[in-house]
Structures are given as structure tokens and as C-alpha cells.
């Protein structure tokens, strides 16, 4: 009786005005507690209150996702699914009947819904024909630039994806505050059947439009994810060489992260990637593979002709003087294999590989460069060896 009686109403909304305090529905509302929300609105308690924020019931209970008492408030007349808050935002479910309009940050309610994992209500809001799919939010506190495709495809939820997909109006390609696509983001986390569900849509790019913008390969690759790297390899139209950052390439990546599969796996490709590529620091990828200890990619390396087995980085250091310096006596005896690779090439501080490895007490690897060297020294016909020191 007392709830249904007006009079009852004025000094609990004066209680709100002065301490804060939410009012009873919107507390309900923003609790879920739908029984109680079910109880005020069945005995004509104001829905369209609003809280120090602005905020009505129906705000409340969207931007905590509680979608039933959204449907419970929705069957009250004279609920105002037109409502503001202080910050212009509309409630989530009168945005998906009147538009779904942005507030001043940009962002609509399916953003907010699929931002804070409420795929029950992205799922509703997905049912209009007018939802907004492609709003990206530009807080000026946080440079997040993410879609509700971005949202959905980091929690998995497959199915707010797939009805996302199936909308013309959507793009596909929009970049994060990262650089990355969804496609992208699907493929750094090493997402399969998340990658497969997206190149299902014929317009998503498999490769950076600009370079400010993460390659899904390149960033398969640096992750190691090999399954999603053989399946980005199927496209015809993949970029294989294409890079981000300072490790220009695929291949740069994979090997400098430790992922040598990967890098055997794109030194395999027909055609194959450019062996010669290098990073910010001039690193090679034979330099980076002979570093850090990866066998297979070195002698993959070396059995392309078309790979510098000389190149030197920006100190001036060959692939032999760093499997030297870092005690690889296997690729060190693999490098010293081919006639091409030169011995003692001094780095910009006068070192050569020798003394590379003699400074780390590798004398395993000073004494298989010393017998190389002696014995192509032996076997050459002029007038001295072919090997003198040079820098690089």
C-alpha cells in the first residue's frame, strides 16, 4: 500500500537529491535484483527516477547487463527509453529501437555491452536492423580505439561474432589502439577457429593496409602460433615478407622470438620470404638464427645461394662472429662448412670472431675457426689466404 501511494515517493527522492543515495529502483536495477524491480514497477513506482548521474532505471540495468530487468522495465509505458545521463548516453535497449546513438566518447550501447562482456544483451541489441556495429570509442583518458568485433573476438564469444559477421553494414578491418584488426587479434592470441570464422567474410584483409597497422602474419609469427601461421599461409594473397615495429619481417620475428618452427615453416614457402631482410639494427636472419641457437634455420638458410652469408650488422658483426661470441659450436661448424662465409671479418671495434669467442671462454669454437682457417689456408694455391682480416 505504502508503494503505491505518491506521497510516499517525495522524500525518498528528496533522500537522493541530498546525500546521494540511490533511489530504490535504480538501486534494484543496478543490483539485477529483479524481483524487487518486478515488485516497484508493478505498484506504479516512478520508472523514470534518476540517480545524481542522471541515470534512470533502465541505464542502470543496462550498463550492468542485467537484461532481465531491462525486459521487466521495458513493459512499463510510461518508462522514457529517450533518457540522458549527464553524459548524453541513452540506455542500451532504447538504443536498439531508436538507433542506437553515441554518446560524446563515441561509444553506443552494443560497445559498451561487448566492452564489458555482456554478450546477452550484445546478442538483443544484434536483433535490430539499425544497431550501430562499427563505433569506436575515443576516451581522453584511455586511447582505446576498439570495435565491438575487437571485444567479441578477445573473449571468444563466438556467437556475438558470428552475428556480427553477417552484417554488411560491419567493417572487418578497423584497427585498435594497438594497430591490430580483429583478424589480428584473433591471430596474436593463436585463436584458430576465431581466425577461420573471420576469413569466412570475403572482405577481411589478411595483410596491413599502412604500417602503423600489425600484420596477422607477423603477428602469428612473433607469438609462434604455427597453426595460424599455416592457415594464414593459405591465402593467396598473403604478404609474406610484410612486417611491423623494428623486426621487419615474419621470419625476423619468429626467429628472434625463439619460434624456430615458425621460421622453418615460412622458409618453406613457395616462394620463399626474403632471406635477406633486416631489422632496425640491421640484424640479418641468419645473424639472429646463428645468436640464438637455431640449427635447422641456419642450414635452411645456407642452402639458398641467395642468402648473404656476410652481411654485417650495424657493429659491423657477421652471423660467424656472433655463433662465436655466443659458444654455438654447432652452427659455428655448420657456418665454417661453407667456403663463403669469411673467417676473420673484424667488427667496428677491431674484433674478429676469434676473439669473440676467446673473450667468453668458447675456446671449443676458437679451436674449430682455427682449424678451418688453417686448413683453407693450406689448401689455397696463391700467394696468401683468402681469408685475411677485413671489416665488414
Not at 508493478?42 to 527516477?49: I, L, P
Amino acid at each position: 500500500l505504502l508503494l503505491r501511494d505518491p506521497t510516499v515517493w517525495a522524500p525518498v527522492f528528496a533522500l537522493h537529491a541530498v546525500n546521494n543515495v540511490l533511489p530504490p529502483l535504480c538501486m534494484a536495477a543496478d543490483r539485477g535484483s529483479i524481483e524487487m524491480v518486478r515488485l516497484l514497477v508493478e505498484c506504479g513506482w516512478y520508472v523514470n527516477e534518476v540517480d545524481v548521474e542522471g541515470r534512470t532505471p533502465i541505464h542502470c540495468a543496462a550498463e550492468n547487463g542485467h537484461d532481465p530487468v531491462v525486459q521487466v522495465l521495458l513493459t512499463n509505458e510510461q518508462l522514457d527509453v529517450n533518457a540522458r545521463d549527464h553524459r548524453k548516453s541513452t540506455a542500451l535497449h532504447e538504443a536498439a529501437w531508436e538507433g542506437h546513438l553515441a554518446d560524446r566518447y563515441g561509444c553506443t550501447p552494443l560497445w559498451y555491452a561487448t566492452r564489458h562482456g555482456h554478450h546477452n544483451v550484445a546478442l538483443r541489441l544484434l536483433e535490430e536492423s539499425n544497431v550501430i556495429v562499427n563505433a569506436v570509442c575515443r576516451f581522453q583518458t584511455m586511447p582505446e580505439k576498439s570495435t565491438s568485433l575487437h571485444h567479441a573476438v578477445n573473449c571468444n564469444a563466438t556467437l556475438t561474432v558470428q552475428r556480427l559477421l553477417v552484417r554488411t553494414a560491419l567493417n572487418p578491418n578497423i584497427t585498435d589502439d594497438c594497430g591490430r584488426t580483429p583478424l589480428c587479434c584473433a591471430s596474436h592470441a593463436g585463436n584458430l577457429p576465431m581466425v577461420e570464422l573471420l576469413l569466412g567474410r570475403s572482405d577481411v584483409r589478411v595483410n596491413a593496409a599502412k604500417k602503423s597497422e600489425q600484420p596477422p602474419l607477423w603477428s602469428a609469427a612473433s607469438q609462434g602460433h604455427i597453426q595460424v601461421v599455416e592457415r594464414l599461409l593459405q591465402c593467396g594473397d598473403i604478404d609474406i615478407n610484410q612486417g611491423w615495429g623494428p623486426y621487419s619481417s615474419p621470419l625476423l620475428a619468429a626467429i628472434t622470438r625463439g619460434h624456430s618452427d615458425v621460421a622453418m615453416r615460412l622458409l618453406n614457402c613457395v616462394p620463399r620470404p626474403d632471406v635477406n631482410a633486416r631489422t632496425y639494427l640491421r640484424d640479418s636472419a641468419l645473424s639472429l638464427a646463428a645468436r640464438e641457437g637455431h640449427v635447422d634455420v641456419v642450414a635452411h638458410l645456407l642452402e639458398d645461394w641467395q642468402t648473404d652469408r656476410n652481411g654485417a650488422d650495424r657493429q659491423g658483426r657477421t652471423a660467424l662472429w656472433w655463433a662465436a661470441r655466443a659458444g654455438q659450436a654447432r652452427i659455428a661448424q655448420r657456418l665454417l662448412e661453407d667456403d663463403r662465409v669469411l673467417v676473420n671479418v673484424l667488427d667496428n671495434d677491431g674484433v674478429d670472431a676469434v676473439d669473440a669467442a676467446r673473450t667468453h671462454y668458447h675456446f671449443e669454437v676458437v679451436g674449430l675457426i682455427r682449424s678451418h682457417y688453417s686448413r683453407r689456408y693450406n689448401n689455397w694455391t696463391g700467394g696468401g689466404p683468402h681469408n685475411l682480416r677485413t671489416r665488414s
